[in-house]
């Protein structure tokens, strides 16, 4: 039954220079009948190839290793550009988050977080969706309604709606959850989703929410 599964399952790759890291990890997620662990690296260059020749749904990457996390993201994007990169690491300062996302990660995560929390973020991240730790959000939840400066500029590229699903969005809210919170549809929600990265020229969810704080829009 196990085989059956995994052979559909989400395909996983492990990247992070300490070994006993990695297994630990691999130890869980392997548990998951859903989650196939494909490769491992301890390096930004290992890490590159592996995802060129796997081509795994997910990537989960340390920032500090040899040759780097944030290369390793850029790497991993240009070679398998359909991959989700999960950030998991123990540095939450504001710089290593932006480059990190900057370099095409969707999510980020801290180490302390819990195991079946993190198979949920692999799931989620298999759909596209993204998750940031409660500590890392927490630097992107706004007053989207009044931010101290560069308000009016928001105002004038998103309504009021658009700007109501961003400041969820930056909570780390899923569609689901947005459409629960404002009492509408799913099917509106993506499409509010899909509006505003647009307006703003992201790529994603995550991206959208740093963007709006980069530019004042959401208070730290």
Request: hydrophobic content about 45%.
């Amino acid at each position: 039954m196990n085989a059956i599964k995994k052979h559909s399952a989400i395909r996983v790759v492990i990247v992070d220079d300490h070994v006993l890291v990695r297994q630990g990890i691999r130890s869980f997620l392997d548990t998951e009948p859903d989650l196939n662990i494909v490769g491992e690296a301890g390096d930004a260059d290992t890490a590159i190839a592996v995802c060129a020749a796997e081509k795994p749904d997910v990537v989960l990457v340390d920032l500090v290793m040899p040759g780097g996390g944030v290369e390793a993201a850029r790497g991993i994007k240009q070679t398998s550009p359909n991959t989700a990169i999960i950030v998991l690491t123990s540095f939450e300062d504001d710089a290593r988050m932006l480059e990190a996302i900057q370099a095409g990660a969707l999510s980020y995560l801290l180490k302390d977080i819990a195991a079946e929390d993190l198979a949920t973020a692999v799931r989620l991240a298999a759909r596209g969706e993204a998750t940031l730790h409660p500590r890392i959000a927490a630097r992107l939840v706004s007053a989207v309604r009044n931010p101290a400066g560069g308000g009016s500029a928001l105002a004038d590229i998103l309504s009021q709606r658009e700007r109501d699903v961003l400041m969820l969005i930056a909570e780390g809210m899923s569609n689901i959850q947005i459409a629960t919170r404002l009492e509408i549809g799913e099917k509106t929600v993506k499409t509010h989703v899909s509006n505003l990265l647009g307006k703003l020229g992201v790529n994603d969810r995550t991206q959208a929410a740093v963007f709006a704080w980069r530019r004042g829009w959401v208070s730290s």
